[in-house]
């Protein structure tokens, strides 16, 4: 059974850090590309960063880009989001989401590259920034 | 950077009714970048179809995809009481990331 655990949420002030984790079980975590999703109560989905299946690849959305940083460890199945310098408009419950491979093969072998699209979802943790 | 509209922002539907969901592009989107997922309350978004068209493993029949270009659709042919929920359409453009539009709920009339 596939599982993706988030943890590390809670309440921090304006200006203060944060660190989750997402542990991931089930599945084949090193050839899922892997994302963080939040959102603020009452709201939409907002996509917040995303690392490759090796972690060469990172990106981020132009909201949290130079406060959070993410990232993973494949031995220990876990993903992970540093979040620095939080404000207000930071508070959501935050989502880890996979990306699956899609596999392609040619005479050389077989290499994969992301979906595009999310299909595990943990059920999130609660971030508050509030003084 | 891609904006995606969905409309009706609310669909007011009784079970066994259709339900058409529009998702619009402000530029074209590849389809197989575009997605559509459900949320329902206190619950984390399950996906529905991906590539526009595909159904996600253990998606019933009654879900479909379609579209191209800059306007999507997703149908529900028969609503069932658990498919009251809100969706959300979903593409991916390059190195600017994912971008999910802001959802229509679908609610009992």
């Known amino acids: 059974e596939v599982q993706l655990v988030e943890s590390g949420g809670g309440l921090v002030k304006p200006g203060g850090s944060l660190r989750l984790s997402c542990a991931a079980s089930?599945?084949?975590?090193?050839?899922?590309?892997m994302n963080w999703v939040r959102q603020a109560p009452g709201k939409g989905l907002e996509w917040v960063a995303s690392?490759?299946?090796?972690?060469?690849?990172?990106y981020y959305a132009d909201s949290v880009k130079g406060r959070f940083t993410i990232s993973r460890d494949n031995a220990e199945n876990s993903l992970y989001l540093q979040m620095n310098s939080l404000r207000p408009e930071d508070t959501a419950v935050y989502y880890c989401a996979g990306d699956p491979p899609q596999y392609y093969y040619d005479s050389s072998g077989s290499y994969y590259d992301p979906s595009y699209y999310f299909d595990y979802w943990g059920q999130g943790t609660l971030v508050t920034v509030s003084s | 950077d891609i904006v995606l509209t969905q409309s009706p922002g609310t669909l007011s539907l009784s079970p066994g009714e259709r339900a058409t969901l529009s998702c619009r592009a402000s530029?074209?989107?590849?389809?197989?970048?575009l997605a559509w997922y459900q949320q329902k309350p206190g619950q984390a978004p399950r996906l529905l179809i991906y590539g526009a068209s595909s159904r996600a493993t253990g998606i019933p029949d009654r879900f479909s995809g379609s579209g191209s270009g800059t306007d999507f659709t997703l149908t529900i042919s028969r609503l069932e009481p658990e498919d009251f929920a809100v969706y959300y359409c979903?593409?991916?453009?390059?190195?600017?990331?994912?971008?999910f539009g802001p959802g229509t709920k679908v609610d009992l009339k």
């Open positions: 979903q593409q991916y453009g390059t190195s600017l990331g994912f971008t």
């Open positions: 690392i490759s299946g090796t972690g060469a690849y990172i």
């Open positions: 089930g599945f084949t975590f090193s050839t899922y590309s």
């Open positions: 530029q074209s989107v590849s389809s197989r970048y």
